[in-house]
T-cell receptor, first 117, second 109 residues
Framework: DVKVTQSSRYLVKRTGEKVFLECVQDMDHENMFWYRQDPGLGLRLIYFSYDVKMKEKGDIPEGYSVSREKKERFSLILESASTNQTSMYLC????????????????FGEGSWLTVV | GQNIDQPTEMTATEGAIVQINCTYQTSGFNGLFWYQQHAGEAPTFLSYNVLDGLEEKGRFSSFLSRSKGYSYLLLKELQMKDSASYLCAVRDQANNLFFGTGTRLTVIP
């Protein structure tokens, strides 16, 4: 079974703090993603990575950065947390390629609930 | 751009059948996924369609019509544990995955 692990399940941070959300996957997947999920807005893609040291902006990258130093690990960084970044953050991974194979299914971690006060 | 529409909420009775619709407009198409998400948990994969037709997996089936930009998820013999949000997601040819806002299904006794 694919396992995507997010290190922190619940965090409370102060405005202006630097926040790290860590994600590790154990299936040797090339692709990794960070989403945030908010009521009424669904899942929105923040950043994704197709390979080590590669990163691509998603739909809402402002206020975030990412790091992919190793294939299995993809970190989301909030340089200076703000209250509008209070949300649930979901990490996901998948195999490479866009051939349409079901094996390219995205698998999600359990989510990290971040509250910025 | 991408546009994925699904109803916000649905209610159905235990033991019944419910159909959750999803319409989409995307620049290129490379597959449609359905995910189930219980409150406070991560989405879990339910089904995948890339060709027209019906894919059946136990009590759950998913249908796709690419020409109409339309899919539905069919849940049979509903159980209370099926109360969850159901997310429709479409992948474009660049392998980007776009999610709808989800349909919250409530199963009542």
């Amino acid at each position: 079974d694919v396992k995507v692990t997010q290190s922190s399940r619940y965090l409370v941070k102060r405005t202006g703090e630097k926040v790290f959300l860590e994600c590790v996957q154990d299936m040797d997947h090339e692709n990794m993603f960070w989403y945030r999920q908010d009521p009424g807005l669904g899942l929105r893609l923040i950043y994704f990575s197709y390979d080590v040291k590669m990163k691509e902006k998603g739909d809402i990258p402002e206020g975030y950065s990412v790091s992919r130093e190793k294939k299995e690990r993809f970190s989301l960084i909030l340089e200076s947390a703000s209250t509008n970044q209070t949300s649930m953050y979901l990490c996901a991974s998948s195999l490479a390629g866009g051939s349409g194979l079901a094996g390219n299914t995205i698998y999600f971690g359990e989510g990290s609930w971040l509250t910025v006060v | 751009g991408q546009n994925i529409d699904q109803p916000t909420e649905m209610t159905a009775t235990e033991g019944a059948i419910v159909q959750i619709n999803c319409t989409y407009q995307t620049s290129g198409f490379n597959g449609l996924f359905w995910y189930q998400q219980h409150a406070g948990e991560a989405p879990t994969f339910l089904s995948y369609n890339v060709l027209d037709g019906l894919e059946e997996k136990g009590r759950f089936s998913s249908f796709l019509s690419r020409s109409k930009g339309y899919s539905y998820l069919l849940l049979k013999e509903l159980q209370m544990k099926d109360s969850a949000s159901y997310l429709c997601a479409v992948r474009d040819q660049a392998n980007n995955l776009f999610f709808g806002t989800g349909t919250r299904l409530t199963v009542i006794p």
